[in-house]
């Protein structure tokens, strides 16, 4: 090969590696820039994932370093260990009802708490053939008694049957002019028509499966063990055929009686319900919930079936308030018309939590924990101003909590340049702004609330419960549900007991021309002073255990 044609070919290999290195290059280039935009993506899914397993394998709390001391936490499956003392000695009965008592600040219960359990006196006595005397033999006289110690007795219930008769009179002088006139005495109407429920009856099943959460199945095999077969679908049927005669009728005029403020609280949750018109076994409906503000006269939990979450929804139900309404961000209450809507700050505190890194040790003076730090300051101010008036709350509020708020926002607009967006963070921080508007709205009233935790925790036994059952079997019984929880949950905020109160509406509202005078439906409002006497917390309930 000659010189000119090994030159020709260097050349050429030269021309092709230069040709490969170029190629080489732009590719580096491209996986240059495609890495830079999968970096935050990378980012963003490492977020979720965390996001994702502290929510399923994690502690349910928002508690975190930055927001609560170590030793105020406690473990549930750890409470035993944690809590446990060996020194700690166990108080004598009526120190314990006494320290319940305290806990509530009430004064003068001591005495009636301890009145309101019957007392049964034992006497441990000697056997006639040990009291003779170990030292000469002589038989021992009693002479008297020591008092030792009380013991709490459970005693499981009982049932018997309460036969009705009816007495009747005739007028003997009427019967010797041949007018015969007889009278019969005036009897109850039955809570269930053509049934053997009493009262007491049908309101201990509501309350087993309302507030204890016990699925009929397993009240049917308690039933069962008490000696008497009722079936879950006899059960059923008590709940839905009292609730459409008697509480869904009382619901609605406390319905009716809510709008009537000027401070509401919503929030809905899911719910699977068979047999829907239209619509198959797996779609999703929604029970929504709707409370008065926690600084109302009256205490008042509304629970509304509806077959989606739709906006349609609360403006119904919502028709003639005007006011403040809190809730989350979801914007299908955009549509209630007339209201103001204040947001909640434990949901804003929620997604900065959330966007908290998984290792501890590396959250401390992280945005995320800035940002917890804001909203704590303002949780904090709000317990310092429970007791004020209205007036006194909305002051202090300007005052002390404005100008956090104030300070918190123009750190969002700051850092908000500064985050990935589509981090946890960066949604965190963009929600917030976002909704500014109406996370302000509540300094406007000393009646709003900095969250919507009143409704989230009056909602909270409605989706333990549907833990149990998972699903309505029909409409009708999901709006036997709706009813019973709101009579319910209406009168645990008024601090009533759920059983006694049920029980009292069974016994009254049965025969009351509730149609032709709503108005009678007053009288049994849970604020009611005779219901209070009646139902109150700590009265007997003699007609279960009898």
Known sequence: MTDANRNVRL?????????????????????????????????????????????????????????????????????????????????????????????????GRREADLSAFPHQKVIHQLADSDRFCNRCGTLMQRIGETFVRSELVYVPPRLYVKDHYQ?????????????????????????????????????????????????LYRQEKEWEALGIPISRATLANWMILTARDHLIPLKDRMARTMKQEEVLHADETPVQVMGEDGRSNTATSYMWLYATGEHSDHPIRIFDYRPGRGGKYPRAFLKGFKGYLHTDAYAGYDQVPDITRCLCFAHLRRNFIDALPKDKAKRKGTLSEQAITYCNALFAAEREMKELSDEERRRKRLEQ????????????????????????????????????????????????????????????????????????????????????????????????????????????????????????????????????EACGKGKSRNSICE
């Open 401 to 532: 909590e404005k100008p956090i708020l104030e300070e918190f926002w123009g750190w969002l607009e700051k850092t908000e340049p500064t985050v990935l967006p589509k981090s946890a963070l960066g949604q965190a921080v963009s929600y917030a702004l976002k909704h500014k508007e109406g996370f302000m709205a509540y300094l406007e009233d000393g009646r709003c609330s900095l969250s919507n935790n009143l409704a989230e925790n009056a909602i909270r036994p409605f989706t333990i419960g549907r833990k149990n059952w998972l699903f309505s079997a029909s409409p009708k019984g999901a709006e036997a549900s709706a009813a019973i929880y709101s009579i319910i949950e209406t009168a645990k905020a008024n601090g009533l007991d759920p059983y006694l109160y049920l029980e009292y509406l069974f016994e009254h509202l049965p025969g009351l021309p509730i149609n032709r005078r709503p108005e009678l439906l007053d009288r049994l409002m849970p604020w009611m002073p005779k219901i209070q």
């Open 167 to 215: 007495e009747s009179y005739e007028c003997l002088a009427c019967r010797k002019l041949e007018r015969p006139h007889i009278e019969k005495a005036p009897l109850p109407d039955p809570v269930i028509s053509h049934s053997f429920a009493a009262p007491s009856t049908v309101a201990w099943a509501m309350y087993q499966k309302y507030v204890n959460a016990m699925p």
């Open 11 to 107: 050349k050429k290999e030269n021309e092709q590696l230069m040709a490969d290195n170029e190629r080489l290059i732009q590719e580096n280039k491209a996986l240059q820039k495609e890495l830079k935009k999968l970096g935050p993506e990378l980012m963003r899914l490492s977020d979720q994932i965390a996001t994702l397993t502290r929510k399923l394998y994690g502690r349910q709390t928002e508690r975190t370093e930055a927001v609560i001391d170590k030793d105020q936490v406690t473990f549930l499956f750890d409470e035993a260990e944690t809590e446990g003392d060996p020194k700690a000695k166990e108080p004598a009965l009526d120190e314990a009802i006494a320290g319940y008592t305290r806990r509530k600040k009430q004064k």
